[in-house]
């Protein structure tokens, strides 16, 4: 009897929602003020080269690939693979960039998965870097940067440039 009358007690609070409401609304807004405070994005480098991560963007770690090569396939493409069944390009940033690979004791490669495409595999020299955003200053792009640049983050220490993913990945489907 007792588990019957506290039951009915929760469905009595439950049905008044002015109160449900606004507990949420004020857990919303308090926590999307502490988001304010600080917003955190994830950068990876190839070379000299800091690529901002845009936020919308799904990125996944991987590690030990065995890699296919394709004949003819241009500089940039080390070859192919198989994760979870879908297969995919991998592509050497550092061939594409023009620019030196770090000296690491294995390859590092991420995964990237934008909405309009099917997933791509980048080789680059280590796992994605956590920043602070809100303590970058943003300029416009700078000159002879390809169009995918969009913007360049600074914060006196590390520079960063801001991608658009969807135009450096178009660029990789239009010219295999």
């Not at 588990?3 to 919303?28: H, V, W």
């Not at 955190?40 to 890699?67: A, C, H, M, P, W």
């Not at 997933?119 to 602070?132: A, C, E, K, S, W």
């Not at 300029?139 to 520079?159: A, F, R, Y």
Request: hydrophobic letters at 35%; glycine letters at 4%; proline letters at 3%.
């Amino acid at each position: 009897m007792e588990t019957l009358n506290r039951g009915t007690l929760n469905l009595e609070k439950a049905s008044d929602t002015s109160t449900f409401t606004s507990s949420i609304y004020s857990k919303i807004n308090s926590s999307s003020e502490h988001n304010n405070e600080a917003v955190k994005r994830f950068y990876y480098s190839v070379g000299q080269f800091n690529i901002l991560i845009e936020k919308d963007l799904k990125v996944e770690n991987l590690s030990d690939l065995t890699i296919n090569k394709v004949p003819n396939m241009p500089a940039w493409c080390i070859g192919i693979i198989s994760v979870r069944g879908v297969i995919m390009p991998v592509i050497n940033m550092h061939n594409f960039l023009n620019t030196e690979k770090q000296v690491t004791t294995k390859d590092n490669f991420i995964m990237l998965e934008h909405e309009n495409y099917t997933p791509i595999i980048f080789l680059t020299d280590g796992l994605p870097t956590t920043i602070n955003f809100n303590k970058y200053k943003r300029s416009k792009q700078l000159e002879n940067t390809p169009s995918w640049v969009k913007n360049h983050l600074s914060n006196g220490d590390v520079s960063i440039f801001e991608a658009d993913h969807n135009q450096l990945i178009q660029h990789f489907t239009l010219n295999n």
